[in-house]
């Protein structure tokens, strides 16, 4: 009959801890600059320029075809070949910055193309002054009909965040890995490792959804 | 021992992508019955039943894949059964693969207009008949796009039975890489395999979706 030990687990809490704020750090930093590649990939595409839509489109194909461990491995220790090196966290924070770019120009794309050409219309039929119909016609619903995907996709990105472990990045799983190879309590480390990866999924998408209550809980004709 | 890479190892690592589609194929039928149970105790009248298969679906969709594939792994030895990578990649994506299929066939599901249902029971159909002459062969019709899109999901996340020491693709790559060191392109073979694969089945996913959403509208 197997023991149940969770004491290591307990006396180290605080490590797993710092372990969890490093992985809600490293989750914002990648969603943050992601969302700038995100909407420079979603300009690009729709711009018309064809070169600059392909370069895009095969950005985007490749980085949702093939899988994140294969992308982390390519530029942490394939790159370095080019004379790119970079210290496990970068490396990181850069696969994570990669990855969510891609998928966040199509879903930045879907917002832009969300709004109809007669909304903007009506705005100018109004008497809105431009910088009020980018706000308020163009910017705010676009932002409104993305939201579940954008916070969706921060949550995805924050799971997917744990496989950085693999090239030795800290993070959650990391100090959970560290705590494995000291004490070999290894089914009740990660028992808690993943009560606490769901706690933090859990927390951040109540938090969203208090946002989404705040910000876009406006009636809308459809 | 450092040495070339060569045709060999691409032969290597193209056999190794039986292991990837032994694996996600076994995840796939696992998690399509698993997938089914859970999708129609969501939609069932039993409130217990909705409760526990929703309750299972949000921990699966809210933990990370890695962390299921650890914990799976290290829970076979604390059920006392020898520790086998597949078995473990196997039953965890196949965990994994039934949450997200559950999901996706609820809705699928409750896409379907309650007057179906409705018209079904007034014919005194039971509820067995009603799901399989009625209600499925509808909800079949939305559910096959993000069916196929969440096959390309489960064959990139086989790629993290690696960790655990299972030799598939990803795995394969890194044995020829730590023989070689050649991980630019080594790496860049892999990826270039994985993107064969699962390429294909993220463009039929949309063409499928395209056409959906054309018979909706029109």
Known sequence: MYRFNFQPVFDNLDMLAHGAWLTVQLSFAAMAIGLVVSVLGAVAKTSGIKPLRWIVDAYVEVIRNTPFLIQIFFIFFGLPALGISMSPNTAALVALVVNVGAYGTEIIRAGIESIPQGQIEAGRALALSPVQIFRHVVLKPALRNIYPSLTSQFIYLMLTSSVVSVISATDLAAAGADLNARTFASFEIYLVLTALYFLLALGFSTLFATLRRVFFDYPAGR | ???????????????????????????????????????????????????????????????????????????????????????????????????????????????????????????????????????????????????????????????????IGFTELTRAGQIVNNATFQPFLVFGTVAAFYFILCWPLSLLARQMEARMRLAVTR
């Open chain 2, 1 to 163: 021992m450092i040495r070339e890479f060569s045709s060999a190892d691409v032969l290597f690592i193209l056999m190794a992508i039986r292991w990837t589609l032994i694996l996600s194929l076994i995840a796939f039928a696992g998690g399509a019955v698993g997938g089914m149970v859970l999708a129609l105790a969501r939609t069932s009248q039993a409130r217990v039943l909705r409760w526990i298969s929703m309750s299972f679906i949000q921990v699966f969709q809210g933990t990370p894949l890695l962390m299921q594939l650890f914990l799976v792994y290290f829970g076979l030895a604390v059920l006392g059964l020898p520790i086998d990578p597949l078995l473990a990649a196997a039953v965890a994506l196949t965990l994994h693969a039934s949450a997200f299929l559950g999901e996706i066939w609820r809705g699928a599901i409750q896409a379907v207009p309650q007057g179906q249902s409705e018209a079904a029971t007034a014919l005194a159909l039971s509820y067995g008949d009603r799901m399989r002459h009625v209600v499925l062969p509808q909800a079949m019709r939305t559910a096959t796009a993000p069916t196929v899109g969440f096959l390309v999901q489960l064959i990139k996340g086989t790629s993290l039975a690696s960790i």
